[in-house]
């Protein structure tokens, strides 16, 4: 990997390690299917109360089917192949634009160090997790 790349790479798993964010790759959708599907059911044998109770059931179990699916961000971020990579880095680059740094660790200190760089740079990764990887974002208590 470039050393810029991985710079970057860095960066984004220090700043959602920071935001103790985890993610839900492919998980997500497969319970939303099972919650839609409990209250079809539902309403196929019970009528308007069915839809209620299916969706309910479909809910709880959906939500149980997935949970545990979430993982921390820098994992699935070290995870992802090449082409992500460095779709993410040019996302990553567009935000920076034409800040300079010589490492890692200084450019983390540069971005963290910048509430308002900070934000955007977040916003970028979290934009790319929702739309390209269609990933469910969640933060830990």
């Known amino acids: ?3 810029r790349m991985d710079d970057i790479m860095r ?3 220090e700043l959602s390690t920071h935001n103790q ?4 790759v492919k998980g997500s959708a497969k319970g939303a299917a099972v919650a839609g599907g ?3 059911v539902g309403g196929l044998l019970g009528g308007p109360v069915g839809i209620a109770v299916g969706a309910t059931v479909g809910g709880i179990f959906g939500g149980w089917m997935t949970s545990g699916q979430f993982k921390p961000l820098p994992q699935i971020l070290m995870e992802l ?3 992500q990579k460095q779709e993410l880095f040019s996302n990553i680059m567009s935000v920076l634009g034409t800040l300079d740094w010589t490492n890692a660790a200084q450019l983390i200190a540069l971005v963290m ?8 740079v977040l916003a970028a990764l979290l934009s790319f997790v929702t739309k390209e990887l269609k990933g469910e974002v969640r933060y830990s208590d």
């Not at 964010?21 to 839900?24: C, G, R, T």
């Not at 160090?113 to 955007?120: E, F, I, S, Y």
């Open 1 to 3: 990997m470039a050393p």
């Open 11 to 13: 960066l984004c798993c």
């Open 21 to 24: 964010i985890k993610v839900a």
């Open 38 to 40: 409990g209250a079809f």
């Open 81 to 83: 192949p090449s082409n």
């Open 113 to 120: 160090g910048n509430t308002m760089l900070q934000q955007q």
